[in-house]
């Protein structure tokens, strides 16, 4: 079993296909996924804004990948928000 080393919460950029993430650039450096070891969908309502009422719904899909960089393999947590958009990287996993 993995135990996270270090979480994270950076933009990264994303190249995807059906099957999920192909790979990723994180610090300008290319990561390359080998699998996808888990994956699943979260959602929920959040209560407060920047604006400080009303709150909004969220909801994000995590892909846990294992993937190859320049330092070697590692399992990376991936989530896409898909609501505003974009991916982010959330843990590495020692």
């Given amino acids: 079993m993995c135990s996270i080393g270090r979480r994270y919460r950076s933009r990264v950029p994303v190249r995807a296909g059906p099957e999920g993430p192909r790979e990723f650039l994180w610090h300008g450096k290319r990561y390359r996924v080998k699998r996808v070891v888990a994956r699943w969908r979260e959602a929920g309502w959040d209560p407060y804004t ?18 190859t960089g320049p330092q070697g393999e590692g399992v990376y947590e991936l ?16």
């Fill in 79 to 94: 989530v896409r928000d898909l609501r505003g958009g974009g991916w982010f990287l959330k843990s590495l996993f020692d």
């Fill in 50 to 67: 920047e604006e400080g009422f009303w709150g909004e719904e969220w909801e994000v899909e995590y892909w846990r990948v294992e993937a």
